[in-house]
């Protein structure tokens, strides 16, 4: 069983998530073909260019965030309230970020499940609005978004969520 911990410090959280930063890329990297197209060259690119394929990436920023060990639960959380200062959510609203890697760490540390979002769909599809804020007692609060919805939605580009947990 896990301990229970509270971190409330930006630089205990910024620290932890910043040891994960190659596990993140390598995620990223293994998903690029979620927010790349390929396709077949016209024919003037063909006749002329000597192009048979053109690649198109998306351009955009990608928000993440890594929970601990003894976080239990498989939801989509996101910040909504901190002690009167400028929020995630606020941040989300305002059009900032267009995916998001969100990812959990098992015993040993190691992220060993994550989803990846299209943030657009979410905004879209006014999934951040008029949801409850569970205060966890410090002045902070955050809204969760139950994966199965983010699901309905098209919201996960692509995920690694271990079935067992039946949350899904």
């Known amino acids: 069983m896990f301990m229970v911990t509270k971190y409330s410090s930006y630089q205990e959280n910024r620290s932890f998530s910043d040891s994960h930063h190659d596990e993140i890329k390598q995620i990223l990297k293994d998903n690029l ?14 006749m002329n260019e000597g192009t048979d394929y053109v690649i198109h990436i998306e351009g955009g920023t990608i ?3 890594v929970r601990r060990p003894d976080c239990k639960y498989r939801d989509f959380t996101i910040r909504a309230v901190n002690k009167g200062y400028k929020t995630e959510i606020d941040k989300l609203r305002e059009g900032f970020g267009d995916w998001y890697l969100y990812c959990w760490t098992n015993e040993y540390n190691r992220i060993d499940e994550w989803i990846l979002v299209d943030i657009n769909k979410i905004r879209k599809n006014s999934l951040l609005e008029h949801r409850t804020v569970k205060d966890n007692g410090e002045s902070t609060g955050f809204i969760h978004i139950e994966i199965s919805e983010l699901d309905i939605f098209d919201c996960i580009v ?5 079935i067992e947990r039946g949350l899904m």
């Open 33 to 46: 073909m979620h927010i790349t197209s390929i396709e077949i060259a016209n024919d003037h690119q063909d």
């Open 63 to 65: 928000a993440g965030r």
């Open 158 to 162: 692509n995920s690694r969520i271990k």
